[in-house]
């Protein structure tokens, strides 16, 4: 259960796809519970047993601007999703002996914390959490907090479950601070391939770059930061995106939008580049996505046998993951000088093959397929075995 669906089209859906392959086929139903889920169509395997059960405001005040108007000021009201809560629970009832199913919630707002405390207070469910982002979370002066009532609901969710997986280390000490809570990590996994390493530029050619995914708020201010010095480091920038429109801050000289690629396509088409781009956002408005995510493509950079670029604060979880393993080129001040500099880094050879060495090490350790299966099939066994 989850807002969102197992699609190919966003990061949660297909970080589902390639963390349980083949255990897709477990589950019975695959339930979404917000119109957000719907707009992205399920992969054909898992399309035939979802199920939307939406809320009254998905299902009511989504239709025409008056409606959504009305929706739009009662979203305002703090009634509203325990509302919508208490409705999707009974449309759930109507269909599913609750008690008698097992669950996996993937939240992704303050709806399915509310219903998977409802299906637990009224009927004991059993299930497992696998928390990929907190929307809930606050932070001021980067320390983290929950209103009151929404701490109280994350926490019960938490506590209740089973088993939990969080999607990087920093949320998993983050929940065992507050609620006492383990949990195992759990995210995107890459693959071993036969890919050369990349170790040589061509001296006399600009750097290729390449970035491969959207170009939303949170990859957004890193790529412009890159793209204002392009020049200053000989470089080019290749955006392989879904979407053909992208935003007019990242439309400077340098950067060339390639369309997009099949994901099979990825690996060895990122081979052929210099270096790999993972950006990560330095906006205070989403420290809560920088501190806690994983992104999906992180470990598909790292298994591309070319150097991975990760642009991004030093507090980003992703940035405090690697720091250790010296298997990235990390960027993590806005300061263009030091930028510029640690990016000439891309064309020493010995540079190259250090942080190639590195990557390569810690994909096949920790990030393949079979070491993500394995942190998944850990607690399907507690959940059904509880």
Known sequence: MSEISVSGQHGGGLTMQRVLQGDLDLFREFI???????????????AEKTIAVCGIEDTFLNKNRIQKR????????????????RYIVKKLQQRIDLSQSYWL?????????RVANLLYEKYKIRYAVWQMDDHLIRYNDRQPYYSPEIGKQMAAMMRNATFRWAISPAMQQLYKEKWDVSSEVLFGPGTKTNLP??????????????????????QLDALVFLAGMLKDIGAELHIYSAKDNLPEAIKKPGV??????PGSEVGALANSYDGIILP????PGLYNLTALNIATKMSECLASGTVTVVIGPSYAAMVQYLLPHDCALLVTEQDKKKAVEALHALRNEAAREMLLKNAASFVNDRLTSEVMYSNWKKGYEVLMNN
Not at 280 to 283: D, K, L, R, T, V
């Open 32 to 46: 979404v519970i917000s119109a957000f889920g719907t707009q992205f169509t399920p992969v054909p395997s898992v």
């Open 70 to 85: 009305i929706r739009r000021y009662l979203q305002n009201r703090g009634w509203l999703t325990k509302w919508n809560a």
């Open 105 to 113: 919630v993937v939240p992704q707002s303050e709806l399915s914390v």
């Open 197 to 218: 390493w990349h170790t040589r530029v061509e001296t006399n050619k600009p750097l290729q770059l390449v970035y491969f995914g959207a170009v939303t708020a949170w």
């Open 256 to 261: 060339h939008y390639k369309g997009s690629v």
């Open 280 to 283: 990560i956002s330095f906006a």
